[in-house]
């Protein structure tokens, strides 16, 4: 095993999608991170090098390392690995970046292992690293990371993964604003008891967007596009939140909440047309703050973590 090589890719995600807290997440295209693994004598994790943004080498404060050394833990490995990592993706962003890295680790290393986990399975091993990255071990951006498609996390305990199928219109327009936005103070801030009516209404609305999405009813999915529980907590932490959602709105999209634990603001839109219009009112509502922000457009995206380079 000593010297085996991986290089993955793990992508960005969409997690909640406005109701869903939690539950809900989705990859996007061509945004995400990647990582090079190789296998070392020893038990000892190393991170040699980090590209992209700033995150600690300690492997027990990475979510590299910490699922590796689950992984290897729990499968009782008598070798360890050497990472590179190059990310892509923001810390702090609301698009799953420690997501990214925890799913491409877990994802890489089953591979070298000759894949003796199935991907469902490796949720649980991804999910310590959001333990590091957030204080809870949330799976609704590392299991759209590794599996791919729309994802129901339905249960945690005991962990019940659902994959959707998307329809074939939806398009995400996203804007990610540069600053930054920690996922664990982002969920400190939260409430932790709900009044029923609140409930009734937001588990209403997850229902109704996922039959809207099974049955590919944007009107429906449009419908149930509302957070009454989450977001009006959140949303003081972004800039310009409101101005963003109903400019997108106004331009067409089927609804818009934030993504994670934001700053990132996503909408859907049926089409790539509307899908374009939202991208030019984002932009149009964030051009004369001091922020830098990106714009993406992305479908939900089939594919997972999956594999760039290899060798024995
Ligand atoms: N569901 C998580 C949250 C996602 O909203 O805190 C964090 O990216």
């Known amino acids: 095993m000593t010297g085996s090589f991986i290089k993955v890719f793990a992508p960005a995600t969409v997690s909640n999608l406005t109701c869903g807290f939690d539950i809900l997440g989705f990859p996007l295209e061509n945004i995400g991170d990647e990582l090079s693994i190789k296998v070392i ?4 994790i190393r991170i040699k090098s980090i590209k992209g943004f700033e995150l600690p080498f300690e492997p027990a404060k ?21 990472f590179v990592i190059k990310k892509g993706i923001k ?3 609301g698009i799953g970046s420690s997501a990214a890295s925890a799913a491409g680790v877990a994802y890489g290393i089953n591979e070298l292992l000759g894949k003796p986990l199935k991907l469902k399975e490796l949720v649980k091993f991804a999910m310590e690293g959001e333990r590091l990255a957030s204080g809870t071990p ?8 590794l599996l791919g498609n729309l994802i129901l996390i339905r249960s945690y305990n005991p962990l019940d993964i659902i994959q959707l199928p ?3 219109d939806l398009f995400c327009t996203l ?11 982002s969920r400190e801030i939260l409430e ?3 009044p029923l009516d609140k409930a009734v209404q937001q588990w209403g609305n997850v229902a109704g967007l996922i039959a809207g999405i099974v049955q590919s009813d944007y009107s429906l999915i449009s419908r149930s596009m509302e957070d009454v529980i989450i977001e009006p907590i959140r949303s003081v932490l972004i800039p310009r939140f409101d101005e963003v959602k109903k400019e997108s709105l106004d331009a067409g999209a089927l609804g818009c909440g934030i993504s994670g634990s934001g700053p990132s ?3 859907f839109s049926k089409g790539e047309e509307n899908a374009l219009k939202v991208r030019k009112a984002m932009i149009e509502t964030y051009h004369d703050t001091k922020i830098k922000f990106d714009v993406y457009i992305s479908r939900i995206s089939p594919h997972g973590a999956y594999v760039l380079e290899r060798s024995y």
């Not at 990475?62 to 050497?82: P, Q």
């Open 138 to 145: 949330h799976a609704d951006n590392v299991a759209p990371a």
């Open 265 to 267: 603001v996503f909408a």
């Open 91 to 93: 810390p702090g962003s």
């Open 166 to 168: 998307s329809p074939a």
């Open 192 to 194: 932790k008891r709900i």
């Open 175 to 185: 804007i990610h604003p540069h600053i930054q936005v920690k996922t664990k103070e």
């Open 62 to 82: 990475n979510v590299a390392g910490v699922v590796a050394r689950k992984m290897i833990d729990e499968l009782r490995l008598d070798f360890s690995f050497e």
């Open 41 to 44: 004598r020893g038990k000892r």
